[in-house]
């Protein structure tokens, strides 16, 4: 019998009662809320209404902080090219110090001596890839980082100009022939580079320019 009593209790309240009364709130019918206006309000949800067109989008959209640009600088991919290229000389060397160890070492049985030496030379050999990559790298970063400041652009010439000098300089100990075979070595792998990634951008202007 409680129950129904606070069913009529309820209904009698003119639906004010219920849920909301024992919250401290308040409930208003329809008839109570169909004089008050909704100005600025529409009816129907904006995200339901929305041509999906513009839900496709070609390009990344992102927010970028002021001043900002989309794409790292040299100096932002510095640290990555000189760690990358100590890890892949490190791996290189290892590789190598081992294949050079068991070559080494074949006329000696699996003996303790044996497993030192290997050991010695994949680590002698690991440290010095790692070391020679890691300093073409650097060099490379600094004459990219420099040159780019100098010039206040960023493209495909900072690339070129940045391995040239990195060969130039890292075979400066050779002489004249050595700064020149340097240069050229630089010159044809950042060149190389440049071609490789540009390819694209390339074939669709190639593609573009055969229609016409």
Known sequence: Q????????????????????????????????????????????????????YLLQENDEFILPTGASKTRG???????????????????????????????????????????QILNMVTRQGASWANTLGSVALLYSIFGVAIEKARGAEDDINTVAAGTLTGMLFKST????????????????SGAYALYS?????RSGSSTSNLY
Not at 34 to 48: A, E, F, R
Not at 90 to 107: D, I, V, Y
Not at 198 to 202: D, G, P
């Open 74 to 116: 040299r100096f932002e991919l510095a640290f990555f090219t000189i760690g990358g290229c100590c890890i892949t000389g490190a791996a290189f060397g290892t590789l190598n110090g081992l294949r050079m160890g068991l070559k080494e070492t074949r006329e000696m049985g699996w003996t303790k001596p044996r497993n030192v």
């Open 2 to 53: 409680i129950f129904p009593d606070m069913d009529n209790n309820a209904a009698g309240s003119g639906g004010k009662g219920g849920f909301g009364s024992l919250f401290g709130g308040s409930e208003y019918s329809n008839t109570e809320l169909s004089g008050v206006p909704l100005t600025g309000m529409s009816p129907l949800s904006p995200y339901l209404n929305v041509d999906p067109r």
């Open 198 to 202: 540009n390819w694209n951008h390339i």
């Open 174 to 189: 050779g002489g004249l022939k050595g700064v020149a075979r340097g240069g050229l070595v630089g010159l044809a792998m």
